[in-house]
């Protein structure tokens, strides 16, 4: 069975970086892929990142670009979200999801199609 666990969400100010992370337990295979969502109160969740652990493509939606960064660490089953430029817009609980096939990065696979999720962690932008 797989499982994720983040960690790493916090309070940080406006303009200020934090890096979460995913670690993922249960898989034995690289071929897979990671997204990271967020979903603030009252809104729908949202998908921000995903990456191709075996080759590293990813994605990022619109309103991350240029200030997110998605990476991974195979030897560690560690999937990380690196966040510089945050904004107020920025503050929700942050998910990580498992698909368990690679995903084609031109747009972040559906909700419906990752198999696994982590508990989320918090992330609060203060203006």
């Known amino acids: 069975e797989v499982q994720l666990a983040e960690s790493g969400g916090g309070l940080v100010q406006a303009g200020g970086s934090l890096r979460v992370s995913c670690v993922v337990s249960g898989f034995t295979r690289d071929d897979y892929a990671i997204g990271w969502f967020r979903q603030a109160p009252g809104k729908k969740r949202e998908g921000v990142s995903c990456i191709n652990v075996s080759d590293g493509e990813s994605y990022y939606s619109d309103s991350v670009k240029g200030r997110f960064t998605i990476s991974s660490d195979k030897a560690k089953n560690t999937v990380y979200l690196q966040m510089n430029s945050l904004e107020p817009e920025d503050t929700a609980v942050y998910y990580c999801?498992?698909?368990?096939?690679?995903?084609?990065?031109?747009?972040?696979?559906?909700?419906?199609?990752?198999?696994?999720w982590g508990q989320g962690t918090q992330v609060t932008v203060s203006s």
């Open positions: 999801a498992f698909l368990d096939i690679p995903f084609v990065p031109s747009s972040m696979p559906y909700t419906y199609e990752f198999v696994a």
